[in-house]
């Protein structure tokens, strides 16, 4: 996991990744490639952006905590990131496969 974490702040370092109130409007915009919710995000918020992602087609991965996906773009806690670059959401989506097969 860690090459996910570390691909995901390059992506925050190259200003592809939105959190919060703009990766609503990066999903609803239709600039969203991958959803990534904490797995202790609220129900609420799971079910939200569960929803969206559905809804706009945006493949989702719902892996790791608040705290490691905040710490990955250099913030304290994150429950939703969404990447908006194609190239780096298949990279992202590919390292997740491989972590979750190799558990």
Do not use: W
């Not at 790791?64 to 996906?69: E, V």
């Not at 429950?79 to 190799?102: M, P, R, S, W, Y």
């Amino acid at each position: 996991m860690r090459k996910f974490y570390s691909l995901l702040g390059l992506c925050k370092r190259a200003n592809k990744v939105a959190g919060g109130e703009v990766a609503e409007e990066a999903i609803r915009g239709k600039k969203a490639c991958l959803v990534i919710v904490a797995g202790d995000a609220s129900a609420n918020t799971k079910k939200k952006f569960h929803n969206s992602a559905s809804f706009y087609e945006v493949p989702i991965l719902e892996l790791g905590t608040k705290a490691d996906l905040g710490r990955a773009v250099g913030e304290e806690i994150r429950a939703v990131l969404v990447v908006t670059e194609a190239g780096f959401a298949a990279k992202l989506q590919q390292l997740a496969q491989t972590a979750e097969n190799a558990e």
